[in-house]
């Protein structure tokens, strides 16, 4: 069984950082993607940002880059997400998901974690 456990979120004034984890268990293979997407409250789901495991390959939405860095640590199974220069606008739930597929599509990943709340404060 997949299982993603999304954790690290909490309480940040605007200007900090943070970073977030995501542990994946019972993937059957070495080679799959990573998903971060966010969803605001009241709004739709967000793209964030995406890694491939096999080569670390990393893709992010435009808003995002240059604040946002996803990793990952394959001996541990854990994708990471750091964000700085936090803003106010940045507080939502946080999922990570895993999928076979690199891509943004949402539908394309088949196992979500339970998400993380990150606030921001202004």
């Known amino acids: 069984e997949v299982q993603l456990q999304a954790s690290g979120g909490g309480l940040v004034q605007a200007g900090g950082s943070l970073t977030l984890s995501c542990a994946v268990s019972?993937?059957?293979?070495?080679?799959?993607?990573i998903g971060w997407f966010r969803q605001a409250s009241g709004k739709e789901r967000e793209r964030v940002s995406c890694?491939?495991?096999?080569?670390?390959?990393?893709m992010y939405a435009d808003s995002l880059k240059g604040r946002f860095i996803t990793s990952i640590n394959n001996a541990k199974n854990t994708v990471y997400l750091q964000m700085s220069s936090l803003k106010p606008e940045d507080t939502a739930v946080f999922y990570c998901?895993?999928?076979?597929?690199?891509?943004?599509?949402?539908?394309?990943?088949?196992?979500w974690g339970q998400g993380t709340q990150v606030t921001v404060s202004s």
């Open positions: 998901a895993a999928g076979v597929s690199y891509s943004f599509i949402p539908s394309s990943y088949a196992f």
């Open positions: 019972g993937f059957n293979s070495d080679d799959y993607a």
């Open positions: 890694i491939e495991s096999s080569d670390g390959r990393t």
